[in-house]
T-cell receptor, first 114, second 113 residues
Framework: GAGVSQTPSNKVTEKGKYVELRCDPI?????LYWYRQSLGQGPEFLIY????????DSGLPNDRFFAVRPEGSVSTLKIQRTERGDSAVYLC????????????FGPGTRLTVL | DAKTTQPNSMESNEEEPVHLPCNHS???????IHWYRQLPSQGPEYVIH???SNVNNRMASLAIAEDRKSSTLILHRATLRDAAVYYC??????????????FGKGTLLTVNP
């Protein structure tokens, strides 16, 4: 079956611009997660959705970052006024269980801020 | 979050067993030990998890020390496709601690042909 998909696979933008990164989870998965991975580091948790609501957004670095999941399926990570330090691979994962289940990751979106 | 310690890198030869160690001396009694791996240019993928007993699945085996302060991921016959970064992660089993994964830097496994 189809796995988690993320679009675009690569995004190059200029400092100060706004970007949106999309995640399509596995159909039926109620839990959705966003992580960010900098070069040479492990992924770092950003936000967790259970259904439509953000159950934990404690990993979002600042108020320039925002994520939505309006219908409990597709999610969009939004970054305003991008900075060079935002350059990283943004990973999305989904899980069929409420909590604690195996997470299925997408291939990520590589964001480069020039 | 309880911390894990892994070697930065390990090397193996194809078709030989690989033992990837992980230390987690501050593990709590309810923490599960999870292993994920990340192949080049891909997202992480689940490998195996356990609580106290050793576990086997089609990908690997997980050996957990009796005091649970360490564990070892065992790949019985390494292939070139097993070359990846392997992450050992502790995960609680109740609300607030069991949904997000806290990754360290992991172990980069190189498999030589």
């Amino acid at each position: 079956g189809a796995g988690v998909s993320q679009t675009p696979s690569n995004k190059v933008t200029e400092k100060g611009k706004y970007v949106e990164l999309r995640c399509d989870p596995i159909s039926g998965h109620t839990a959705l997660y966003w992580y960010r991975q900098s070069l040479g580091q492990g992924p770092e948790f950003l936000i967790y959705f259970q259904g439509t609501g953000a159950a934990d957004d404690s990993g979002l670095p600042n108020d320039r970052f925002f994520a939505v999941r309006p219908e409990g399926s597709v999610s969009t990570l939004k970054i305003q006024r991008t900075e060079r330090g935002d350059s990283a691979v943004y990973l999305c994962a989904s899980s069929p269980l409420r909590e604690g289940g195996e997470q299925f990751f997408g291939p990520g979106t590589r964001l480069t801020v020039l | 979050d309880a911390k894990t310690t892994q070697p930065n890198s390990m090397e193996s030869n194809e078709e030989e067993p690989v033992h990837l160690p992980c230390n987690h001396s501050t593990i709590s009694g309810t923490d599960y030990i999870h292993w994920y791996r990340q192949l080049p240019s891909q997202g992480p993928e689940y490998v195996i998890h356990g609580l106290t007993s050793n576990v086997n699945n089609r990908m690997a085996s997980l050996a957990i020390a009796e005091d649970r302060k360490s564990s070892t991921l065992i790949l019985h016959r390494a292939t070139l496709r097993d070359a990846a970064v392997y992450y050992c992660i502790l995960r609680g089993n109740s609300g607030g601690s069991n949904y997000k994964l806290t990754f360290g830097k992991g172990t980069l496994l190189t498999v030589n042909p």
